[in-house]
């Protein structure tokens, strides 16, 4: 994927460099031929026209495609300078030689007689002096356009990196803690040991098969919550309150996967909703105007660890800024015995 961006953008680039350059040559091409047809048959004004052009362009692109990159980005620039002003002097003394068989074969009207008799040298060599300075300055933009692409293509590499490495943490930490809670029931020789194996089996399916996409659709992401809240009910022999309300969702809306699981876990774990029976887990997903909304409030032991603190939330962090950067926010309240988390997300 990135790399198609990064190759779309070249191309987008080189198309505009190269109209850019039509336009150009174009330009000067049609400004040569007014001025020749002052004084020569249009047919002839048109190839002494073509020569002047042909004379830029030399000197054009044999600085911006070898010279600049020989001398110039080498930081040799008294070479860089020394080369194309031999360069414009030889263009300069063999566009003087056709000049002057031009002119003096197919003029129709006569010069001014007041011109200096060095006129025809600071005419072209001018020109060039021209085309030289154009020419750097579009090396100079092609030079830094490159460097501006680079250093993107090199950050959105990193930023994926990143994203695979933090999804790569959250992973095992979720399977860790789910074979813990199929221990406790095994230990305990809980009947609902083996329900629990299957809903370990549908979690993982969609861990290490649907979350190893960039996305996932809202309605799969929530599934699999409905598959651990069902999982940590078995935990306990009483009714656990635990509630999941979802208003008005758009379960095609696409995500990040498992980023809710952390503050899912953590609202299980530091609630300690397996023991006390006044403890209690609300959860609610929305999706309106191309905004996804995530709130989850949970009972906090004032006497417990503080929530909130861990590798997973810590992961979310970072992965909503590397994903959603400008585009998310993220609160965390504690308060009143109360443990508070508040995530929005816009579509892209």
């Not at 049609?30 to 048109?46: D, G, K, R």
């Not at 692109?61 to 008294?78: A, D, Q, T, V």
């Not at 190893?212 to 069902?230: H, K, P, Q, T, W």
């Amino acid at each position: 994927m990135l790399n198609f961006e990064a190759e779309l953008t070249k191309m987008k680039t080189r198309t505009h460099s190269i109209i850019f350059q039509a336009c150009f040559w174009f330009l000067l091409l049609s400004l040569q031929l007014v001025m020749a047809t002052n004084f020569l048959p249009f047919s002839v004004a048109l190839i002494f026209a073509g020569i002047n052009m042909i004379m830029g362009m030399t000197l054009f692109y044999g600085n911006s495609r070898w010279i600049f990159h020989r001398f110039f980005e080498k930081r040799l620039f008294g070479w860089y300078i020394l080369v194309n002003i031999l360069l414009i002097g030889l263009l300069s003394h063999l566009f003087i030689l056709i000049d002057g068989y031009i002119i003096g074969n197919f003029m129709t009207e006569p010069l001014p007689q007041h011109l200096p008799k060095g006129f025809p040298y600071f005419r072209i060599t001018s020109y060039l002096m021209f085309i030289f300075f154009i020419s750097l300055v579009f090396s100079l933009i092609r030079k830094t356009s490159e460097q501006e692409q680079a250093r993107k293509q090199l950050s959105r590499e990193k930023s994926d990196t990143e994203i695979r490495l933090l999804k790569a943490q959250i992973n095992p930490h979720f399977i860790f803690n789910s074979l813990n809670n199929i221990y406790s029931l095994s230990y305990s020789k809980s009947d609902d040991a083996p329900e629990a194996v299957l809903k370990l089996s549908d979690m993982l399916r969609y861990v290490y098969y649907d979350c190893n996409r960039d996305e996932v659709s809202l309605g799969a992401e929530i599934e699999n919550i409905r598959n651990y809240m069902a999982f940590q009910q078995m935990k306990s022999p009483h009714e656990q309150d635990i509630e999941l309300l979802t208003e008005g969702i758009d379960e095609s809306f696409r995500i990040a996967p498992m980023l809710f699981i952390p503050f899912v876990e953590n609202a299980f774990k530091y609630s300690k909703i397996e023991d006390q029976q006044d403890a209690w887990v609300k959860m609610r997903l929305s999706t309106e105007e191309g905004k996804l909304c995530f709130h989850i409030r949970n009972t906090h032991p004032e006497n417990g660890k503080i929530p909130g603190s861990g590798m997973g939330v810590q992961n979310v962090r970072n992965r909503l800024e590397l994903t959603y950067p400008g585009t998310s926010q993220l609160e965390i309240k504690d308060e009143n015995g109360v443990f508070e988390v508040h995530m929005k997300i816009e579509r892209s």
